[in-house]
C-alpha cells in the first residue's frame, strides 16, 4: 500500500491500521459468512464510507478570519479512519505529520508529490469542470523548433448521413489492430470501453447467417430465405406499414436492407428462418426526423429475481412472443423510404412510412409508449423500480408482466389469473403463445413446477464461443469461492 502510493516509510502503522480496519469488515468463512465486526457486536457493520488507501482527500481549513479570497481547503493524502466514518487520518506532506480532521471532502484526482504545482493544492470553492477536462489534453510544446510529428492514419471526410453506419464495412480484428497502435506514432488514444467493445464484436460475429440479400439467394437454404421474406412482406403489408407515394424533390428517401436471422432453441435445434426489413435510421438527421429515443427494457436483475420468486411461491410462469412488435408504434415524423431491397415495382416511388419500422431510431419508444398505453388500459401499472415490469394487484391475486422488446414473461398467482393476462394481450396485439419460458435474451430456462426447481443458463452461447476459438476440448475448471458465503440483501 506504502509503495503503491508513494508514501513515506514511516506511514507502516496506519497503513496497518487502515487494513485491519478493512479486515474487520469483510467476510470470512471462519465466521461462516460473518464479519468480525459482526461476530464482536452482533449488528452488521456499515461501509458505505470506505476509501482506499492514499487517494487524495481536501480538508477544510479551520482558521479564524479567513479572507474571501484565500483557499478554504488544502490537498492531503488520506491514511484510514479514526471513530469510524465520523473522522479521517491523513498525511500532511508540509509537516509530515498525521492529522485527524471531520470536515473533509473525497476527491477522484491522481495523488501527487514531487514537482507538484502548489496551485493545484487550492480548492476556492466549486471545482471547475473546465479545469478537470481539460487536464488530460495534450500540452503545448513551449519548444517552435520542434518539428511536429502528424498522424499516418489517413484523414476521412465525413458524410453527415453516413455517421454512425453499422453496414459500413467493419473488421474488428483491424478495428482491434488499430486500438493497440503506438500513441507516439500520432494515433488517438482509445479507452478501455472501445476496446472491450471491440473484443466483444469480435467473439460475436455472425458465421452463418447471411449479410446481404445476394448472400442469401446464393446460398443452398434459398427457399427457406425467401419464404421468410415473403411472410416478413406479407406482415407489413397487413399491419399498413407504408403508402407508396411520389416523394417531394428535397427528400432523400433513406435505404433499407435484410437481416437474416436463424432461430433456436435451448438445446441448439433449429426452429426458424426469420428476416426482417429494416430501415438504415443512421442517416436520420436528429431533431428532423426524430426527437426522443429512449426505450427501456426488463434488467436482467429483475428477471433472475421474479423466476426466483415464481419459483419459491409456486407462481404460473408463461412466455409470449409479439409478432412484429414495432409495426405497432404509429409515425409522428414524416420519413420517406426506398422500396424493399430487391422487391421494387420498378417505379420511382417511395414508401411513406406510417409505422415504425426496425431500425428507426425511434421505433423502441414509439413501441414501448403503445404498449404502455394498451397495458394501462387493462388496469396494469409500471413499477417504480424498473418501467418495464407491470404489476396488477387483487385481494388475492397479482399478476405481473415483464417486457423485453417483444419478449413478454408472464407471472401469477393461479392459472385463472394467466388466462386472464393472456386474453388482455391478445385483445391488443397479435402475439405467439410459447407456453412455458424455455430461452428469453439468449438465456435458457428449465422450470420444474413440480419440485419448486428453475435453472438458467447459457450453455449453448458457451459452447458456440469456444467451438469458435477451438477449444472446444478444452478442460473446465471450478471457481473458487469462500465456504458458507452468505448472498446477503444490504
Same mark, same amino acid.
Given at each position: 500500500?506504502?509503495?503503491?502510493?508513494?508514501?513515506?516509510?514511516?506511514?507502516?502503522?496506519?497503513?496497518?491500521?487502515?487494513?485491519?480496519?478493512?479486515?474487520?469488515?469483510?467476510?470470512?468463512?471462519?465466521?461462516?459468512?460473518?464479519?468480525?465486526?459482526?461476530?464482536?457486536?452482533?449488528?452488521?457493520?456499515?461501509?458505505?464510507?470506505?476509501?482506499?488507501?492514499?487517494?487524495?482527500?481536501?480538508?477544510?481549513?479551520?482558521?479564524?478570519?479567513?479572507?474571501?479570497?484565500?483557499?478554504?481547503?488544502?490537498?492531503?493524502?488520506?491514511?484510514?479512519?479514526?471513530?469510524?466514518?465520523?473522522?479521517?487520518?491523513?498525511?500532511?506532506?508540509?509537516?509530515?505529520?498525521?492529522?485527524?480532521?471531520?470536515?473533509?471532502?473525497?476527491?477522484?484526482?491522481?495523488?501527487?508529490?514531487?514537482?507538484?504545482?502548489?496551485?493545484?493544492?487550492?480548492?476556492?470553492?466549486?471545482?471547475?469542470?473546465?479545469?478537470?477536462?481539460?487536464?488530460?489534453?495534450?500540452?503545448?510544446?513551449?519548444?517552435?523548433?520542434?518539428?511536429?510529428?502528424?498522424?499516418?492514419?489517413?484523414?476521412?471526410?465525413? $458524410? @453527415?448521413?453516413?455517421?454512425?453506419? =453499422?453496414?459500413?464495412?467493419?473488421?474488428?480484428?483491424?478495428? !482491434?489492430?488499430? %486500438? /493497440?497502435? +503506438?500513441?507516439?506514432?500520432?494515433?488517438?488514444?482509445?479507452?478501455?470501453?472501445?476496446?472491450?467493445?471491440?473484443?466483444?464484436?469480435?467473439?460475436?460475429?455472425?458465421?452463418?447467417?447471411?449479410?446481404?440479400?445476394?448472400?442469401?439467394?446464393?446460398?443452398?437454404?434459398?427457399?427457406?430465405?425467401?419464404?421468410?421474406?415473403?411472410?416478413?412482406?406479407?406482415?407489413?403489408?397487413?399491419?399498413?406499414?407504408?403508402?407508396?407515394?411520389?416523394?417531394?424533390?428535397?427528400?432523400?428517401?433513406?435505404?433499407?436492407?435484410?437481416?437474416?436471422?436463424?432461430?433456436?432453441?435451448?438445446?441448439?435445434?433449429?426452429?426458424?428462418?426469420?428476416?426482417?426489413?429494416?430501415?438504415?435510421?443512421?442517416?436520420?438527421?436528429?431533431?428532423? $426526423? @426524430?426527437?426522443?429515443?429512449?426505450? =427501456?427494457?426488463?434488467?436482467?436483475?429483475?428477471?433472475?429475481? !421474479?423466476?426466483? %420468486? /415464481?419459483? +419459491?411461491?409456486?407462481?404460473?410462469?408463461?412466455?409470449?412472443?409479439?409478432?412484429?412488435?414495432?409495426?405497432?408504434?404509429?409515425?409522428?415524423?414524416?420519413?420517406?423510404?426506398?422500396?424493399?431491397?430487391?422487391?421494387?415495382?420498378?417505379?420511382?416511388?417511395?414508401?411513406?412510412?406510417?409505422?415504425?419500422?426496425?431500425?428507426?431510431?425511434?421505433?423502441?419508444?414509439?413501441?414501448?409508449?403503445?404498449?404502455?398505453?394498451?397495458?394501462?388500459?387493462?388496469?396494469?401499472?409500471?413499477?417504480?423500480?424498473?418501467?418495464?415490469?407491470?404489476?396488477?394487484?387483487?385481494?388475492?391475486?397479482?399478476?405481473?408482466?415483464?417486457?423485453?422488446?417483444?419478449?413478454?414473461?408472464?407471472?401469477?398467482?393461479?392459472?385463472?389469473?394467466?388466462?386472464?393476462?393472456?386474453?388482455?394481450?391478445?385483445?391488443?396485439?397479435?402475439?405467439?403463445?410459447?407456453?412455458?419460458?424455455?430461452?428469453?435474451?439468449?438465456?435458457?430456462?428449465?422450470?420444474?413446477?413440480?419440485?419448486?426447481?428453475?435453472?438458467?443458463?447459457?450453455?449453448?452461447?458457451?459452447?458456440?464461443?469456444?467451438?469458435?476459438?477451438?477449444?472446444?476440448?478444452?478442460?473446465?475448471?471450478?471457481?473458487?469461492?469462500?465456504?458458507?458465503?452468505?448472498?446477503?440483501?444490504?
Amino acid at each position: 500500500m506504502i509503495i503503491a502510493c508513494e508514501l513515506p516509510k514511516f506511514i507502516w502503522p496506519e497503513a496497518i491500521n487502515h487494513a485491519t480496519y478493512i479486515r474487520n469488515r469483510s467476510f470470512t468463512w471462519a465466521l461462516q459468512g460473518k464479519t468480525p465486526i459482526e461476530a464482536w457486536t452482533n449488528k452488521r457493520p456499515n461501509i458505505a464510507h470506505l476509501q482506499e488507501f492514499g487517494i487524495p482527500v481536501w480538508i477544510l481549513r479551520e482558521q479564524q478570519n479567513i479572507s474571501k479570497l484565500e483557499p478554504k481547503s488544502f490537498k492531503q493524502i488520506f491514511v484510514g479512519f479514526e471513530d469510524g466514518p465520523k473522522a479521517i487520518k491523513y498525511y500532511d506532506k508540509n509537516t509530515h505529520h498525521i492529522k485527524t480532521s471531520r470536515n473533509y471532502y473525497f476527491s477522484e484526482s491522481p495523488v501527487q508529490f514531487e514537482g507538484e504545482d502548489e496551485r493545484e493544492q487550492i480548492v476556492t470553492g466549486t471545482i471547475n469542470n473546465t479545469a478537470q477536462n481539460n487536464k488530460w489534453k495534450r500540452p503545448k510544446d513551449d519548444d517552435p523548433n520542434k518539428t511536429l510529428r502528424r498522424s499516418n492514419r489517413p484523414r476521412i471526410q465525413q $458524410d @453527415y448521413r453516413l455517421l454512425d453506419n =453499422p453496414f459500413l464495412t467493419f473488421d474488428p480484428a483491424l478495428e !482491434l489492430a488499430s %486500438l /493497440a497502435c +503506438d500513441p507516439e506514432e500520432g494515433h488517438h488514444i482509445i479507452s478501455s470501453g472501445k476496446l472491450i467493445n471491440a473484443a466483444f464484436n469480435k467473439a460475436n460475429l455472425a458465421s452463418e447467417d447471411p449479410r446481404l440479400l445476394q448472400e442469401a439467394r446464393e446460398s443452398p437454404e434459398w427457399p427457406d430465405w425467401e419464404k421468410a421474406i415473403q411472410n416478413e412482406l406479407d406482415q407489413l403489408i397487413q399491419q399498413n406499414t407504408w403508402v407508396l407515394v411520389d416523394p417531394p424533390k428535397e427528400q432523400v428517401p433513406i435505404k433499407n436492407k435484410w437481416v437474416f436471422v436463424k432461430k433456436y432453441d435451448k438445446l441448439g435445434i433449429l426452429t426458424k428462418y426469420k428476416a426482417r426489413l429494416v430501415a438504415k435510421g443512421y442517416s436520420q438527421i436528429p431533431g428532423m $426526423d @426524430y426527437i426522443d429515443v429512449f426505450s =427501456p427494457v426488463v434488467c436482467l436483475e429483475t428477471i433472475r429475481a !421474479l423466476l426466483a %420468486l /415464481a419459483t +419459491d411461491q409456486d407462481w404460473e410462469i408463461q412466455q409470449m412472443d409479439l409478432k412484429g412488435a414495432y409495426l405497432n408504434g404509429t409515425l409522428k415524423e414524416e420519413i420517406y423510404m426506398a422500396q424493399p431491397d430487391g422487391y421494387s415495382d420498378g417505379t420511382n416511388k417511395a414508401c411513406r412510412l406510417i409505422k415504425t419500422l426496425y431500425r428507426l431510431k425511434q421505433s423502441g419508444r414509439e413501441w414501448n409508449i403503445e404498449l404502455n398505453n394498451q397495458l394501462s388500459k387493462c388496469g396494469y401499472k409500471k413499477i417504480h423500480s424498473d418501467p418495464c415490469v407491470y404489476l396488477q394487484k387483487t385481494a388475492d391475486q397479482i399478476s405481473i408482466i415483464t417486457v423485453w422488446v417483444d419478449d413478454l414473461m408472464l407471472f401469477s398467482t393461479s392459472t385463472e389469473t394467466m388466462k386472464i393476462i393472456k386474453r388482455d394481450i391478445l385483445g391488443a396485439f397479435e402475439v405467439t403463445d410459447l407456453g412455458k419460458p424455455s430461452k428469453i435474451v439468449g438465456i435458457e430456462i428449465t422450470h420444474d413446477q413440480a419440485q419448486k426447481k428453475i435453472t438458467i443458463a447459457q450453455t449453448n452461447y458457451i459452447d458456440v464461443i469456444l467451438t469458435k476459438y477451438g477449444l472446444q476440448d478444452a478442460s473446465p475448471v471450478h471457481t473458487v469461492t469462500t465456504l458458507f458465503l452468505l448472498l446477503l440483501l444490504l
